[in-house]
């Protein structure tokens, strides 16, 4: 029998949109675009979602709908069992964020609670933030999001699509509403012209780039794995060159519209201490500012809950694609999918469990990990280029039931991928390089978690794909009619 799949295009996109649109949009997109010179930065975001989103959206939606396996089956696939370590790493990275992550989307619902209890007026949410934020209490919250999470996982394809169908477009209505509600405070033009006006001298300041190409990776979810792992799912006659033009613009339109909603809200209730909301950092500007801010305004109370509620669903659907690349991992060596999801439930807890507690643990988590996610992006481009770019392109990005087709230049910004990966880790390396080596953001530490981790898909490799192809995919895993899987299996790489 056939693969369950989406039932729809709608049901496939939200839950793409899903997965793509998180606290990264709402939360890190108003600050890096104010950090940096708004309208200046503008311009080159949109360059690196031409530049880097988007070719590796292709890239990923090509890889998993081609040989319909998560990270690590779908690398061996296409560069053999010498460079299956880079699938094993692409899964590592999305389950240590996945980690972290959850404990982001339990500060949103212990916030969402007291806003609708009416306790984070005045400077109230300062206050709930300096006695709950690594403590014990969080915990509670963390264990409630993975719960969550795991609750829709465990209904498999079926159980995501429908609460993509509830939550996606109640996240864009309340987004929609808050930027709205935004636009009509007085002097809201003054962010909007903040936002939007570009400064062209700023586009010599090479940093501007380089956040904004950060920011595109971040925001987007290209080169996480997660764009691969619900491709599984694609109908076989999926649009998908469409599709991946589709998701990376309208997740960078929310975007856009979160960075109204808050810019808008600080230019005209507190345009005397701007610099200073915006540059208090993701945690502060949403968790302390964003509650002030919005107490300041009629009804404030109301977009309060409007707003935590608007952050807990993007976190929410966010950490469910990140569940689903673990437990479809796991599946494929062979373990049983509803015990994978309690298993994987406990690990994502306990690996949780340190940046719940510490916050020096939280961002040396955050800041490893999101370096780690260019080396992945790295990777997904390298494997394209040694299968070869041109022949990736007309046999499984240029197949059957696309509405237009991909020209040359992709191939192109596959190698500028590869380029801007490498560029973006050495900048990374460059900004901490006079911290101490094992710092909370040295580079001693990061690489000594890195060569943990690729030590680990190294010795541990033969095994695991030994155990893997023990488990290979029982007849139901096929897709009929899905012509990447044929031009693949007919060309696959040797073991």
């Known amino acids: 029998m056939a693969r369950k799949t989406f039932t729809s295009r709608w049901g496939l996109m939200l839950a793409m949109l899903g997965m793509a649109v998180g606290t990264g949009n709402i939360w890190r997109f108003p600050r890096i675009a104010a950090s940096n010179g708004g309208g200046s930065f503008l311009i080159a975001w949109v360059v690196f979602l031409f530049a880097w989103s988007i070719p590796l959206i292709l890239v990923e939606w090509a890889m998993g709908k081609g040989v319909r396996r998560a990270p690590i089956a779908a690398f061996r696939h296409f560069v053999g069992d010498r460079f299956a370590f880079m699938g094993m790493w692409v899964a590592w990275v999305v389950a240590a964020i996945a980690a972290y992550y959850a404990t982001v989307m339990g500060w ?47 209904f498999g394809v079926r159980g995501i699509e429908r609460i993509a169908r509830v939550l996606m477009p109640s996240l864009i209505v309340l987004v929609v509403v808050l930027m709205v509600r935004a636009l009509t405070l007085p002097d809201a033009g003054r962010g909007l012209r903040f936002l939007f006006t570009p400064h062209w001298s700023d586009l010599a300041n090479y940093r501007i780039w380089l956040e904004a190409l950060a920011q595109n990776a971040w925001d987007t979810g290209a080169g996480w794995g997660l764009v691969l792992t619900y491709a599984i799912y694609s109908r076989a006659k999926e649009d998908t060159n469409l ?77 469910v694609a990140m569940f689903e690349v673990g437990v479809r991992t796991l599946q494929e060596f062979g373990f049983q999918r509803k015990r994978m999801v309690v298993g994987f439930s406990l690990f994502l807890f306990l690996a949780g469990v340190p940046s719940s507690l510490s916050a020096p643990v939280f961002r040396n988590q955050d800041f490893v990990w999101s370096v780690g996610l260019m080396v992945s992006g790295l990777f997904f481009a390298v494997t ?31 190698r500028l991928v590869v380029a801007l990966a490498v560029i973006m880790i050495g900048w990374w390396f460059w900004q901490v390089r006079e911290l101490p080596l094992l710092s909370q953001e040295g580079i001693g530490n990061m690489l000594v978690q890195w060569a943990v981790v690729l030590a680990a898909a190294v010795l541990l490799g033969p095994w695991l794909l030994e155990r893997m192809t023990r488990a290979e995919p029982v007849q139901d895993e096929a897709v009929e009619g899905s012509p990447e899987s044929a031009a693949v299996d007919s060309e696959a790489s040797p073991r």
């Open 243 to 319: 599709n991946s033009f589709m998701l990376a613009i309208g997740n960078n339109c929310i975007s856009l519209m979160a960075g109204i909603m808050v810019l808008c809200t600080v230019f005209s209730v507190m345009p005397h201490a701007a610099s200073q909301v915006v540059g208090a950092g993701n945690e502060g500007l949403t968790f302390i500012w964003v509650p002030r801010l919005l107490d300041e305004v009629p009804a404030g109370g109301v977009f309060m809950v409007l707003f935590f509620l608007a952050l807990m669903f993007a976190a929410w659907t966010s950490l």
């Open 108 to 154: 949103t619902i212990r916030f969402l609670l007291e806003a609708l209890r009416g306790r984070l007026g005045g400077g109230a949410s300062a206050r709930l933030w300096e006695s709950f934020s690594f403590t014990p209490q969080t915990l509670v919250f963390q264990a409630l999001a993975v719960s969550m999470a795991a609750a829709v996982v465990y």
């Open 384 to 414: 394209v280029l040694r299968w070869g770019v041109g022949r990736f392109r007309t046999k499984l990005v240029n197949t059957a039931y696309q509405s237009f087709r991909i020209g040359r230049w992709w191939e192109w910004s596959v």
